[in-house]
């Protein structure tokens, strides 16, 4: 049985990461003829268990333990150290998320288990299963196979997988509860509000809609354009490193290795010039177009439309056709 661990936001909805993860768990699930359930730890989770029940799953198992919320480290790891002892499965699936990369490490470490982070990919061979995941900030990939006794921990790099691509269940599937003991005076954390609750910052994972810009914008004045066309299109705005090394635009903003991994619906990509470090953090986007005045910039090679001219001509065209 393979097991995906569902992720809640702070406000208690279903962080959209997790159905990624499901795409991915059906694609092993397909490979390896196993089973999936998925896992929703926390309190008052019945509505995102009944949202989850839509998918092609054996069931939907819920923990919920007054420990649990909010979030800690070592309620985590209690909880779920208990729930995957009694399902036993072959597999334990997660979004590789901020908070993810909080607990896992420590769950894997308690139960002396394989982890994976930050997968793109799954492989099989026979009875052999390989998960592909970047290195050297996504400058090559490997193809890793984890070792030693059941269940392998896994972490699907946001984008990996398309929301769209979920198999839904032709009827809701079974939800059943699961008693996990934890013990509350355990818990050495006091928790502080979450990364992306600071007033600054958005979490540019959870965007249906992104404007990204790049060099080509020249100057900080012109992010006012970009954002005019964020605006109109209802989009978040972001960027490439060199606009935020530059303090053009907050940190939070960076898509790239080393920023935040997207994967919307839409990314209008405004002068860039698509090195390896942002392609990374964008690829797994649904429709992506490209605005660049280089036509060999290799943005192109993996834009969905490309147009080859000067965006301060191109983007006031699109802001008044969008808005007309």
Same mark, same amino acid.
């Given at each position: 049985?393979?097991?995906?661990?569902? =992720?809640?936001?702070?406000?208690?909805? /279903?962080?959209?990461?997790?159905?990624?993860?499901?795409?991915?768990?059906?694609?092993?699930?397909?490979?390896?003829?196993?089973?999936?359930?998925?896992? %929703?730890?926390?309190?008052?989770?019945?509505?995102?268990?009944?949202?989850?029940?839509?998918?092609?799953?054996?069931? %939907?198992?819920?923990?919920?333990?007054?420990?649990?919320?909010?979030?800690?480290?070592?309620?985590?790891?209690?909880?779920?150290?208990?729930?995957?002892?009694?399902?036993?499965?072959?597999?334990?699936?997660?979004?590789?998320?901020?908070?993810?990369?909080?607990? $896992?490490?420590?769950?894997?470490?308690?139960?002396?288990?394989? /982890?994976?982070?930050?997968?793109?990919?799954?492989?099989?061979?026979?009875?052999?299963?390989?998960?592909?995941?970047?290195?050297?900030?996504?400058?090559?990939?490997?193809?890793?196979?984890?070792?030693?006794?059941?269940?392998?921990?896994?972490?699907?790099?946001?984008?990996?997988?398309? %929301?769209?691509?979920?198999?839904?269940?032709?009827?809701?599937?079974?939800?059943?509860?699961?008693?996990?003991?934890?013990?509350?005076?355990?818990?050495?954390?006091?928790? =502080?509000?979450?990364?992306?609750?600071?007033?600054?910052?958005?979490?540019?994972?959870?965007?249906?809609?992104?404007?990204?810009?790049?060099?080509?914008?020249?100057?900080?004045?012109?992010?006012?354009?970009?954002?005019?066309?964020?605006?109109?299109?209802?989009?978040?705005?972001?960027?490439?490193?060199?606009?935020?090394?530059?303090?053009?635009?907050?940190? =939070?903003?960076?898509?790239?290795?080393?920023?935040?991994?997207?994967?919307?619906?839409?990314?209008?990509?405004?002068?860039?010039?698509?090195?390896?470090?942002?392609?990374?953090?964008?690829?797994?986007?649904?429709?992506?177009?490209?605005?660049?005045?280089?036509?060999?910039?290799?943005?192109? =090679?993996?834009?969905?439309?490309?147009?080859?001219?000067? /965006?301060?001509?191109?983007?006031?065209?699109?802001?008044? $056709?969008?808005?007309?």
């Amino acid at each position: 049985m393979i097991l995906v661990i569902a =992720e809640r936001s702070s406000g208690g909805k /279903l962080n959209r990461a997790t159905w990624e993860t499901i795409v991915g768990a059906q694609q092993l699930a397909a490979a390896t003829s196993a089973e999936i359930a998925v896992l %929703v730890p926390g309190t008052s989770v019945a509505a995102v268990a009944a949202e989850l029940a839509a998918a092609q799953i054996k069931e %939907v198992v819920t923990v919920e333990h007054a420990a649990l919320e909010p979030y800690t480290p070592d309620g985590f790891t209690a909880a779920l150290q208990d729930a995957i002892g009694q399902l036993a499965p072959s597999h334990v699936l997660l979004p590789h998320t901020y908070q993810t990369r909080d607990f $896992a490490p420590k769950l894997a470490a308690r139960m002396d288990r394989a /982890l994976l982070t930050d997968v793109t990919g799954i492989k099989t061979s026979g009875s052999e299963t390989a998960f592909t995941r970047p290195m050297f900030q996504g400058k090559l990939t490997a193809d890793v196979v984890p070792q030693g006794p059941a269940p392998h921990f896994v972490t699907f790099q946001i984008g990996a997988y398309r %929301v769209d691509q979920v198999a839904r269940g032709a009827a809701a599937a079974p939800v059943r509860a699961l008693t996990v003991t934890v013990d509350a005076s355990a818990i050495r954390e006091k928790p =502080e509000a979450p990364f992306q609750q600071a007033k600054q910052a958005v979490d540019l994972s959870q965007a249906e809609r992104i404007v990204s810009v790049g060099r080509g914008i020249k100057e900080q004045a012109n992010i006012a354009l970009a954002q005019q066309l964020a605006d109109a299109l209802h989009a978040e705005i972001a960027a490439s490193r060199p606009i935020c090394d530059a303090g053009w635009l907050p940190m =939070e903003r960076q898509v790239g290795s080393s920023g935040q991994t997207v994967a919307p619906k839409l990314y209008l990509a405004l002068g860039i010039s698509g090195a390896i470090q942002h392609l990374v953090g964008m690829k797994g986007s649904s429709t992506v177009v490209a605005i660049n005045k280089d036509p060999d910039a290799p943005i192109f =090679e993996i834009a969905d439309y490309g147009i080859v001219g000067d /965006l301060f001509e191109i983007v006031p065209a699109i802001i008044e $056709a969008v808005k007309g």
